[in-house]
C-alpha cells in the first residue's frame, strides 16, 4: 500500500488486484510500479534476509542502550570522594 502511495498510484486498486491474482493462484505476482499494472514476477523477498535484518536491528540498538548505561552510570560517579 505504501511503495503504491509512493508510486502516485491508486493504492486500495493496486492492492485489491494483487490480493485477486494471488487468489486465483498467481503466487509470483508483484506489482510493477512503472506501468501501475499487477503482473507476474520473478522477484522473491527471502524471510531470512529480513529476520537477519531484524535481528542486526535489534542487536545494534541493545548496543546503543548498554553504551549509554554505561557513559550514564560513570557520570553519576564522576565526582569522586568529597574532599
Do not use: C, W, Y
Not at 486500495?12 to 503466487?27: I, K, P, S
Not at 522477484?43 to 548496543?63: E, G, P, Q, R
Request: glycine share 8%; proline share 2%; charged share 20%.
Amino acid at each position: 500500500r505504501t511503495l503504491a502511495d509512493t508510486a502516485g498510484l491508486d493504492a486500495t486498486q493496486v492492492v485489491a488486484d494483487l490480493n485477486a491474482a494471488h487468489a486465483r493462484g498467481e503466487t509470483m505476482a508483484g506489482v510493477n510500479l512503472e506501468e501501475g499494472t499487477v503482473e507476474s514476477t520473478d522477484i522473491v523477498d527471502l524471510l531470512n534476509t529480513k529476520a537477519s535484518a531484524f535481528t542486526l536491528a535489534v542487536d545494534a540498538a541493545l548496543t546503543v542502550l548498554r553504551v549509554d548505561q554505561i557513559i550514564m552510570s560513570k557520570q553519576a560517579g564522576a565526582g569522586g570522594p568529597p574532599s
